[in-house]
């Protein structure tokens, strides 16, 4: 049995496809071991939405290409967003690489690491047709499951790279969807979240996404059903609809903001305008009381003047969102963008501006996170805490709003349990667990 070593980087994707990788390697008669030191073959699954991502996994393969002083024949191969994004130049900036594969061949795994050859090894072809059915990814054990339901993006947002490295969108169909969610249920996953890059615009030609979170709310025994990505413009009537009728669904929405200037939305062509955004999002809040929110937020693109970046902090300020994923922009070489437009916005001024809306967000969060403490709230346990205080062990969970909860008392993972909630800051809620 061949030994292999997978590193994951970037988003949930991305270790929703190293569980595909795995699984595909496995049946093939390899072994996963979870450190490189005794690995034949050692796998980087990457991202190519930020630049600095791209020179951290170069300078890891690089380090982890050492190894070879131990396992002489090792083959260490760059997969997914990045070795998609940069197959031309990778040979050369890093020719300790034998292996550069993009996320739609995967299943031709096992063939190219059966082939040697002294040349790196490409396989970078997007395929419109690559759903990866029938494959079942090997999960790591936990709580929260993930399942795949659709891949690639059509939208073409102009800053965003996505399309060009994941290729076009496909829809896993509604059937192997329940058949993997039920399945699932019964290995006593409680908690499943539906993944894709712009999930909410699923149809497999027969099932839209509403009548996929309807079905899958159906299955007996799953506790929590999240989703994510979804796009703002492809909330549909009937998705809201849906969201207030699956009881399931946790109320914990990630809704990408980017700009609160129409200008802005308008050069990132992000299909929707400052007053559509405002109307989901009351429209949710409306359905949904209690609903959590999150967005992403973009400083400095392209064009961005003092009265674009101030409306988006008016806007931030007005919907006061739970939390936010907050950069400064840089360009990605082969995006509209990056082809098309001048990077206009100094650096400085960037830095500046994302260190403004940094801090009015950690102040709605922290504000937001006040009104938890003193509740008592349901949390599904994860396990053991990853900051560890010298005193004594804590454990984390989280509440259906997605929030983070830390305790001290230990239970068992995959429990849910009540906890009272004492304090809390911007990022984390801290309670003791209330007697069943
Ligand atoms: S919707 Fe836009 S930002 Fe999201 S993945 Fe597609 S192109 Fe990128």
């Known amino acids: 049995m061949r030994r292999v070593y997978i590193e994951t980087y970037g988003c949930q994707m991305n270790v929703a496809d190293s569980e595909l990788i795995a699984s595909i390697l496995r049946q093939a008669g390899y072994q996963i071991i979870p450190t490189p030191e005794e690995a034949e ?9 930020r630049e600095h991502a791209e020179e951290r996994v170069i300078g890891r393969a690089s380090q982890l290409s050492g190894l070879r002083a131990h396992t002489p024949k090792l083959i260490l191969g760059i997969l997914g967003c990045m070795a998609q994004h940069l197959a031309e130049t990778l040979p ?26 002294e040349e790196t090894l490409l396989d970078v072809r997007l395929d419109r047709e690559e759903d990866y059915l029938g494959i079942d990814p090997i999960r790591r054990q936990g709580v929260n499951a993930w399942v795949t339901i659709m891949r690639g993006c059509d939208r073409f947002c102009t800053f965003c790279i996505v399309p060009f490295v994941r ?12 058949r993997q969610v039920r399945l699932l249920a019964a290995e006593g996953y409680q908690e499943v979240t539906l993944l894709g890059q712009t999930v909410n615009s699923y149809s497999d030609g027969q099932v839209d996404f509403a009548g996929l979170l309807r079905a899958v709310g159906q299955v007996e025994g799953l506790k929590r059903l999240r989703f994510t990505s979804p796009h703002p413009a492809d909330f549909t009537i009937d998705v809201i609809d849906a969201l207030a009728e699956v009881p399931q669904i946790c109320p ?15 050069r990132m062509r992000r299909g929707y305008t400052v007053s559509q955004y405002r109307a ?62 001048a990077d206009d916005v100094p650096e400085a001024v960037k830095t500046e501006r994302l260190e403004r809306i940094i801090a009015l967000q950690e102040g709605i969060s922290w504000e937001i996170n006040q ?6 709230t349901e949390v ?44 809390a800051t911007s990022h984390t809620l801290f309670g003791d667990l209330v007697a069943a």
């Open 41 to 49: 073959v050692i796998l980087l699954n990457t991202c190519a939405v």
């Open 92 to 117: 050369q900036r890093a020719p300790f690489v034998d292996l550069v594969m993009g996320p739609d061949s995967y299943r031709r795994l096992p063939q190219i690491l059966a082939e040697t050859s």
């Open 167 to 178: 290729g076009r969108e496909r829809s896993v169909s509604a059937g192997e969807i329940l």
């Open 252 to 266: 914990s929405f990630h809704l990408p903001l980017q700009s609160g200037s129409d200008a802005q939305l308008e």
């Open 280 to 341: 989901l999002v009351e429209e949710l809040r409306r359905r949904l009381p209690g609903v959590a929110l999150t967005t992403d937020l973009i400083a400095g693109f392209c064009g961005e003047s003092e009265t674009d970046f101030q409306q988006t902090l008016d806007l931030v300020g007005e919907l006061r969102f739970d939390a936010a994923f907050m950069f400064k922009y840089s360009p990605r070489e082969g995006t509209f963008a990056h082809k098309k437009m």
């Open 371 to 376: 009104q938890q403490v003193g509740q008592t």
């Open 380 to 423: 599904l346990v994860e396990g053991l805490s990853k900051r560890q205080n010298s005193h004594a062990p804590t454990y984390y969970g989280r509440i259906p709003q997605g929030k983070t909860v830390v305790f001290p008392q230990e239970v068992a993972a995959n429990s849910l349990v009540q906890v009272h909630i004492e304090r």
